[in-house]
């Protein structure tokens, strides 16, 4: 066994000895080429070295910013010239000389390839190579001149394109601020067709009167001052149905709460129809409509008196317009609708209701409004969040605010306080009235602007006042599924409306 061991260990100690001698061999060779290496690289070294001091003294010959700032410089004459040319290309391109346009953009590249072949070349420009170039920019730049294009004429081109640009700007505004009104006024063909096939089917089909006659058997809750009533007057079918569904979703007792909804007769039959087939968590609605109301007629309403007026007519559904600075959005005929009035008229249309809270149609409820009717107003009769908008409110039974909302309305039968709407008249029937609500009842600007987040969050009720609807093409995208999710988008009508 050991004799074959020093056996292997033989060969191996030779083959170390022969890679030892390779190695030393290979380091006496690299080191002899490096000593030649070096006797010859030492002429080379002192030429570089004399290259790089040539080359470190002409750069500090040409110090480009002294260059720049001495008054006799050539660079610096032409870079004037440039500057200068620049601008009076712009004016030429802008008064439509287009050929002296064209020679002056020639005659810029000229002057700054010379400036770029002395940047190069890191020498500064000679007169007699410059003398041309400078005295053809001094030509085209008097020729300029004569065409008034001195800074006088170019101030007040300036001002008149500023003046013209600005005209345009304020044309584009009205038109686009026209276009916009018109696509928030005009009902999408899906929501009129949900509305045809909602009214045929409550005229076809029995079964639906039937049980909406035995509802009303039911009356005793329309009254129920134990219950949580609200009202909600609009024409939307849809946008009523996320307003229901949506407080609902969010109640904590659903069966206790009790909508009441106002219709016009156009709309009647199809909102009957789409409230008495769907379930709402056992939610109680009623619907009536506006024309029921035999009281509400021209001898005691002023804004169905105004109706009867022509020029009122004529400024509201006409156009017309003495100043024409009236903005459009009140010069809209929706504002003379008692649907949008009739909220003054709660009073008179829920006599026997204290407490009840109004819901414009565009807004979503997130939270449980059960804690809203428990409210101190201190006397007054009206709970609102103080914003510049119209919101919800919650009106107690107290005081004749339609008797101060007809008074100031015969007021301004010429229209000399306000234009039209109901935030006016609201604002003066309401003043000393109010009591404040806190703002996390109510989150606006959904509808036209940027929402905090974190108020979204908070709030209660998210208002998507403004012309971009979450039922419109112009609806903001980023709210519009706080609006979606309470549209059942599978239910067989909106698939046959195309409803999305």
């Not at 979703?249 to 069966?255: G, L, T």
């Amino acid at each position: 066994m050991r004799r074959r061991v020093s056996d292997f260990r033989r060969p191996v100690r030779r083959r170390f000895s022969n890679v030892f001698w390779v190695i030393l061999c290979g380091l006496v060779i690299l080191l002899f080429i490096g000593l030649l290496s070096r006797e010859n690289q030492q002429p080379t070294s002192r030429s570089a070295a004399k290259r790089s001091y040539r080359r470190d003294k002409i750069i500090e010959g040409l110090n480009i910013t002294d260059e720049m700032l001495s008054p006799d410089s050539v660079d610096r004459q032409l870079n004037d010239q440039i500057s200068l040319a620049k601008a009076f290309l712009v004016i030429a391109k802008e008064s439509n000389n287009l050929q002296f346009a064209w020679e002056l953009s020639a005659q810029i590249r000229n002057s700054q390839i010379l400036l770029s072949n002395a940047a190069l070349r890191r020498t500064p420009l000679t007169t007699s190579e410059s003398e041309t170039a400078i005295r053809d920019m001094a030509l085209l730049l008097f020729q300029a001149q004569q065409l008034h294009y001195d800074s006088a004429t170019m101030i007040m081109r300036l001002k008149a394109k500023i003046q013209g640009l600005e005209e345009q700007m304020n044309s584009v505004n009205e038109k686009s601020s026209k276009y916009g009104q018109i696509a928030a006024e005009e009902v999408p063909k899906s929501l009129y067709c949900l509305g045809v096939r909602l009214t045929s089917e409550w005229f076809k089909n029995s079964n639906l009167q039937r049980k909406l006659k035995e509802r009303r058997q039911t009356a005793i809750k329309l009254k129920d001052n134990n219950l949580y009533h609200f009202c909600i007057f609009s024409d939307n079918v849809l946008a009523t149905s996320v307003v229901v569904n949506s407080t609902a979703w969010n109640s904590k007792n659903p069966e206790t709460l009790v909508f009441h909804l106002i219709t016009d007769e156009v709309n009647y039959a199809a909102m009957n129809a789409w409230f008495t087939t769907n379930s709402f968590q056992g939610v109680t609605v009623d619907v009536q409509k506006i024309e029921d109301f035999s009281w509400l007629n021209a001898t005691y309403v002023p804004v169905l008196k105004q109706l009867q007026d022509s020029d009122t007519r004529n400024y509201y559904f006409s156009g017309s317009d003495d100043d024409n600075r009236t903005p459009i959005k009140f010069r809209n005929p929706k504002y003379l609708s008692m649907l949008n009035h009739l909220r003054f008229y709660i009073p008179e249309v829920f006599p026997a209701l204290k407490k009840i809270v109004f819901f414009d149609d565009d807004v979503v409820v997130q939270k449980d409004l059960s804690s809203l009717f428990s409210i101190d107003l201190n006397g007054n009769v009206n709970g609102a969040v103080e914003t510049c908008m119209e919101t919800f409110h919650r009106y107690h039974k107290k005081r004749n605010v339609t008797g101060i909302y007809h008074y100031w309305q015969e007021k301004n039968v010429d229209r000399t306080l306000w234009k039209l709407g109901t935030l006016p008249p609201g604002l003066l029937t309401f003043y000393g009235l109010t009591e404040p609500l806190n703002p996390s009842w109510h989150v606006l600007g959904l509808g036209y602007t940027n929402v905090d987040p974190q108020l979204i969050k908070k709030g209660a009720v998210l208002h998507f006042n403004g012309n971009s609807k979450p039922w419109l093409k112009i609806g903001m995208e980023k709210y519009k599924p706080l609006w979606d999710k309470y549209v059942d988008y599978s239910h067989p009508l909106l698939q046959q409306c195309n409803v999305h």
